[in-house]
């Protein structure tokens, strides 16, 4: 299984993004997919968005409600990540994961196939 997150740069203060995540060698139809982030500077990894393949479960981070949102293209085993809106305090490496096996109350807890992200820098 691999995950490869693409898109990120540097954007102006306001601006938008959309970060991509493909998924190669996964065949499971239904699973939990998780949106993090681990700002710059900083170490917390932080949950921005979970929800899971078939529906049912959607969360996001107050620190992003509003303002990102995810997607996924089915034919092309791709997720979205689309941030509107961007803050200097966004900048970070942003990570996409996804797992079949999850907690259905909290589906991105502890999830197994991670890409290896990629940095969103927020800054004029």
């Known amino acids: 299984v691999q995950l490869v997150e693409s898109g990120g740069g540097l954007v102006q203060p306001g601006g938008s993004l959309r970060l991509s995540c493909t998924i190669s060698?996964?065949?499971?139809?239904?699973?939990?997919i998780g949106w993090f982030r681990r700002r710059v500077p900083g170490n917390e990894l932080e949950e921005i968005i979970?929800?899971?393949?078939?529906?049912?479960?959607?969360s996001y981070a107050d620190s992003v409600k509003g303002r990102f949102s995810m997607s996924r293209d089915s034919d092309k085993n791709t997720l979205y990540l689309q941030m509107n809106g961007l803050k200097p305090e966004d900048t970070a490496v942003y990570y996409c994961?996804?797992?079949?096996?999850?907690?259905?109350?909290?589906?991105?807890?502890?999830?197994?196939?991670w890409g290896k992200g990629v940095l969103v820098t927020v800054s004029s």
């Open positions: 994961a996804i797992d079949h096996e999850y907690y259905s109350d909290d589906p991105c807890d502890g999830l197994d196939y």
């Open positions: 060698g996964y065949r499971r139809n239904d699973f939990a």
């Open positions: 979970c929800t899971t393949n078939l529906g049912g479960f959607s």
